[in-house]
């Protein structure tokens, strides 16, 4: 698999593809499709599955450091859900600047600051995660896979060594994805 053939599978989910669609009318700065929506597609798709089966949201990462208060988040958030209206699943969106104001307090340990949206997909917990796909200004799509797609072509969930880890995180998601992919095979934790 490559960037190509992945973009191409991924867009074969209809809420994807809408979504990525109007990503540009959004008005979000370094604005990218990430996670469970993109890799959980792949998923269906290798196992004859419909595209949106068990994909539970669609997640936008943004990266807007020129105002990192909850209200300009919330603002920008409900700016981006009027231009993605109809489309007729959850969406989160989050600002990538403003996690490491929030996370200790939530999760209970460090998060540098990050400088890019793409650097919260490097801290996903799994290398099969790690993808995100961003829509260039003449409508291409750009895929991001730091990790690769190995583990996601072998169906393989393994922990990302560059994150700070969370055994639990780890196994409750990798639980939840092996009782909806029974082909899954899950490494370096015991689900």
């Known amino acids: 698999m490559d960037s ?6 991924v867009q074969g989910n209809p809420n994807n593809r809408a979504i990525l669609e109007l990503l540009p009318n959004t008005c979000l700065k370094d604005v990218w499709l990430v ?13 004859g599955r419909m595209p ?28 981006a859900m009027q231009a ?13 600047a403003r996690v490491h ?4 307090q939530k999760f209970g340990g460090p998060y540098e600051p990050l400088r890019r949206a793409t650097d919260g997909i490097d801290r ?22 730091p990790a690769g797609f190995e583990d996601l072509e072998r169906m393989v969930i393994r922990p990302n060594s560059l994150t700070n880890f969370d055994a639990d995180a780890y ?15 899950v490494e370096g934790v015991e689900v």
């Open 52 to 79: 949106d089966y068990g994909i539970k949201d669609y997640d936008l990462f943004y990266f807007d450091e020129s105002d990192l208060s909850w209200e300009a988040e919330d603002a920008a958030i409900r700016q």
């Open 101 to 104: 104001l929030w996370y200790p």
């Open 171 to 185: 196994n409750s998601k990798a639980r939840r994805w092996k009782a909806l992919w029974p082909e899954l095979r």
């Open 35 to 47: 996670s469970g929506c993109l890799f959980q597609t792949v998923w269906n798709s290798k196992t």
């Open 4 to 9: 190509d053939e992945f973009a191409q599978i």
């Open 84 to 96: 993605l209206d109809g489309i007729d699943a959850e969406i989160e969106i989050r600002n990538q």
């Open 124 to 145: 996903f917990l799994a290398t099969a995660c790690m993808f995100g796909v961003a829509v260039s200004d003449d409508g291409v799509a750009n895929v991001y896979a």
